[in-house]
């Protein structure tokens, strides 16, 4: 089996149109060919366990290659972190003078992004995380996608990895379209306008027409804010090419945390904007809803318990067909962990789902979250849902 290393190599590929992007870079600069300067926003808290691998890819990155320090950029924004992680960083500055650490004393993400934009001085603004190693190329591609295709913000296909089984477990479950469903994205494959893209390369001028990232929002804000962009007529691509290494939550505890908040806020951006920006986010809450409906209505109407069966036992063939599917491919040992890793992912969801209705709908009322109370929140993540 190839090393991740191995894969990001192989992955690596020269970029072709803008020739300003192809070049490496000093000869870009020398050319004198008009060149895009780059900031890289890094939003994280607690990262130790992560935080050297992403600075040593983040480094290894060609599009810096020879450019003057004045051409790139790179912020680190720490959510005042209680482990080693800004001491990793402040560390890792000294060799590499295009990096700085700015703090962010409310803790989530959003914040920290908007933090960082203020303070950016690139015309193209890219996001990247600390859960994620990338190739060598990925910056260079994001940019030349950018001029290629004319977009305003684009990104590619994540490919989830772990060093733990069931990390790995979770990883598979999160790349099957019965996981996930047709978020592309996730299941790759793809090249072409989408609705949105995880750790996105953004034009600049794109936060100064549609505004920031939306601050109420814990998770989702990524979400939230490509759909401001659409809605504002811009677009959204993503390129095949833009290829990266997430490392997902290696438990079935922190799997349903994230998707439990996932829902929830998922149910905020709707409200914000009347409609979901896609159908397949309703899918996790209405298979929750019709087994508790139903369920409820059996202890009634006896009848009601062949149609409790009938959903609930549809959805374990389901589980069982594509745990088996994945488990011919990843290892037969994977089969028992699976069909629980799938149930996480839909039935947290669905229950954050509910319960956002309840919180933002029903009694209206927002849920505030103070700094002092964020200590169990992360900053990882793609800052969308699936």
């Known amino acids: 089996m190839r090393t991740l290393q191995e894969t990001m190599q192989t992955s690596t590929t020269k970029p ?107 015309d193209v603004i890219i996001r990247m995380d600390a859960h994620t190693e990338y190739p060598p190329d990925y910056i260079t591609n994001c940019v030349e996608c950018l001029d290629r295709t004319g977009a305003e913000n684009v990104g590619g296909p994540i490919i989830s990895i772990s060093d733990t089984f069931c990390g790995k477990a979770i990883a598979a479950g999160m790349s099957s379209v019965f996981g996930v469903g047709n978020s592309r994205f996730r299941l790759g494959g793809f090249e072409g306008y989408v609705d949105t893209v995880p750790f996105g390369a953004y034009r600049r001028d794109v936060f100064d027409r549609i505004g920031l990232f939306d601050t109420e929002l814990v998770r989702n804000q990524d979400d939230e804010l490509n759909y401001r962009l659409i809605k504002n007529g811009g677009k959204i691509f993503m390129g095949s090419g833009i290829k990266s290494y997430y490392y997902p939550r290696d438990s079935i505890g922190k799997l349903w945390k994230q998707y439990y908040e996932y829902g929830y806020w ?39 318990a062949y149609l409790f069966s009938a959903i609930a036992g549809s959805y374990a063939l389901l589980a069982v067909f594509f745990s088996i599917r994945i488990a011919a491919e990843k290892g037969i ?22 319960k956002g209705i309840w919180d933002f709908i029903v009694v209206k009322r927002h849920r505030k979250i103070a700094p002092q109370q964020r200590d169990g929140l992360d900053m990882s993540g793609t800052g969308r849902d699936v």
Not at 335 to 340: A, D, E, K, M, Q
């Open 16 to 122: 072709s149109g803008a020739i300003g992007v192809a070049l490496a870079g000093e000869d870009r600069f020398q050319a004198g060919i008009p060149q895009h300067t780059v900031t890289v926003i890094i939003p994280c808290r607690n990262e130790e366990k992560y935080i050297g691998k992403f600075i040593a890819t983040l480094a290894g990155q060609n599009y810096f290659d020879g450019l003057p320090h004045e051409k790139t950029e790179v912020l680190f924004v720490d959510g005042e972190s209680t482990d080693r992680t800004r001491e990793i960083i402040e560390q890792q500055t000294r060799d590499h003078p295009f990096m700085r650490v700015l703090s962010n004393p409310q803790r989530i993400v959003p914040e920290a992004m908007n933090i960082g934009i203020r303070q950016a001085k690139g």
């Open 266 to 304: 998922k149910v905020r951006v709707i409200r914000k904007h009347g409609l979901p920006a896609s159908w397949r986010h309703l899918v996790p809450v209405t298979f929750v809803l019709s087994i508790l409906l139903t369920g409820l209505l059996a202890l009634f109407e006896p009848r009601a």
């Open 333 to 354: 040992r994977y089969l028992p962990v699976l069909p629980i890793v799938f149930a996480t992912l839909h039935v947290s969801y669905g229950f954050g789902f509910l």
